[in-house]
Structure formats: C-alpha cells, structure tokens
Nanobody, 122 residues
C-alpha cells in the first residue's frame, strides 16, 4: 500500500488549502481513509476520517466546520479541504488507511503516507 500526500504549503491565516492523497496497492473503494497531523513538539492527532463510500465522515472538534474530507473513488484519492486556517493548524499532515476493508470508523490505521507540510502564518 502506498499513500502519497500533496498540496501542502505556506498560507496566511484565514486562507485555504486543499490536500490530496493518492492511494495505490489497495482496493480503494472498500477502505475508509483518515487524515492526521503532527505539529512540532506535539503528538500526532486525528483530523478527519471518511467511510469507503464517502457517506460517513467524522472530524476533530478543532477543525469542525472549517475542514472537509472527501474522496473520489474513481481517482483513488482522498482530499482534505481546509478553510479559515489558523496558525495552530501548522503541522505535517498525513493520510492513512486501516489494515482492513469495510471498517468504519477505523480504530487503528496501519498504512501511512509521507506527510505534507502546512504552515499558516499569522
């Protein structure tokens, strides 16, 4: 399984970014997917998850109503649309997949992408 995250960058507070994660090596449309982030000096934290058909989503309280997770199963890609960004959103963002299909919400993620840096300036 390979997960390739992209779309990070430097943005001013209040701005927007869309992250993408291209997946291969799994039957994508049967796997829930998740986004996590890790800020410097902090532990990795959950951001959002989406079910295999996109019908179920869940978010960390800190990003609710600002971030939207979505997926395009035809493109084997999961997205994270981030709006109204804050300096505290600065982190490396990772996409992840559980080790089994038709598993939602995942309690454990076994496959991780390499991460993409998001920096929000004040």
């Amino acid at each position: 399984v390979q997960l390739q995250a992209s779309g990070g960058g430097l943005v001013q507070a209040g701005g927007s970014l869309r992250l993408s994660c291209a997946a291969s090596g799994l039957t994508f449309n049967t796997y829930a997917m998740g986004w996590f982030r890790q800020a410097p000096g902090k532990e990795r934290e959950f951001v959002a998850t989406i079910g295999w058909n996109g019908g179920n989503t869940a978010y960390a309280d800190s990003v609710k109503e600002r971030f939207t997770i979505s997926r395009d199963n035809a493109k084997n890609t999961v997205y994270l649309q981030m709006m109204s960004l804050k300096p505290e959103d600065t982190a490396v963002y990772y996409c992840a997949a559980p080790d089994r299909s038709y598993y939602y919400p995942p309690l454990r993620y076994d496959y991780w992408g390499q991460g993409t840096q998001v920096t929000v300036s004040s």
